[in-house]
T-cell receptor, first 116, second 114 residues
Framework: AQKITQTQPGMFVQEKEAVTLDCTYD???????LFWYKQPSSGEMIFLIY??????QNATEGRYSLNFQKARKSANLVISASQLGDSAMYFC?????????????FGEGTQLTVNP | DGGITQSPKYLFRKEGQNVTLSCEQN?????MYWYRQDPGQGLRLIYY???????QKGDIAEGYSVSREKKESFPLTVTSAQKNPTAFYLC?????????????FGDGTRLSIL
């Protein structure tokens, strides 16, 4: 079975500073994908960034980067230059090979608040 | 613009009543998914469908039913057997059921008990 752990229920950051949201995962599969989603208060889930288990370089998408440490089974999201609009719930998720229907397993989420 | 449309945005259910949540996508995606989210928690998979006329139970399928008669549509019925249906329901789709394409989500339906 797969499991995602997000140990920070809430995080606060000052506008324009960087923030790291933690995510650890557990799986016995060698091939998997890791995703981060943003959920504003309105409820929709917005895809941010993806990291494959065989990718040698950390993924980056604009102000988002994923600090992937395979041996430690961690996939932390780094948001640089935080903006007020970054205030939202952030979910880490994992997807393993098609044997399980390629379902996403989600963590409990981290509520990020960006202060002016 | 392509996307996923969920309706209604808010839904109220009376005791003993079945209700159906709509999910339509025009992304030409093969796979579709239904998730449930309770307050302050992550998403849990209810049902998923990899191709038309096929669907599989997820982790919390009891009290729910689905159909996949068309590629674009994946409605979810919350039956009277679901004793605690109050939650936020999210529909998602991805291009294929294999590989690691990201899942794209609709805006969700909030279901409450009257």
């Amino acid at each position: 079975a797969q499991k995602i752990t997000q140990t920070q229920p809430g995080m606060f950051v000052q506008e324009k500073e960087a923030v790291t949201l933690d995510c650890t995962y557990d799986t016995s599969d060698q091939s998997y994908g890791l995703f981060w989603y943003k959920q504003p208060s309105s409820g929709e889930m917005i895809f941010l960034i993806y990291q494959g288990s065989y990718d040698e370089q950390n993924a980056t998408e604009g102000r988002y980067s994923l600090n992937f440490q395979k041996a430690r089974k961690s996939a932390n999201l780094v948001i640089s230059a935080s903006q007020l609009g970054d205030s939202a719930m952030y979910f880490c998720a994992m997807r393993v090979a098609e044997t399980s229907g390629s379902r996403l397993t989600f963590g409990e989420g981290t509520q990020l608040t960006v202060n002016p | 613009d392509g996307g996923i449309t969920q309706s209604p945005k808010y839904l109220f259910r009376k005791e003993g009543q079945n209700v159906t949540l709509s999910c339509e996508q025009n992304l030409n995606h093969d796979a579709m998914y239904w998730y449930r989210q309770d307050p302050g928690q992550g998403l849990r998979l209810i049902y998923y469908s990899q191709i038309v006329n096929d669907f599989q139970k997820g982790d919390i399928a009891e009290g729910y039913s689905v159909s996949r008669e068309k590629k674009e549509s994946f409605p979810l019925t919350v039956t009277s057997a679901q004793k605690n249906p109050t939650a936020f329901y999210l529909c998602a789709s991805s291009r294929h059921h294999i590989g690691y394409q990201p899942q794209h989500f609709g805006d969700g339906t909030r279901l409450s008990i009257l």
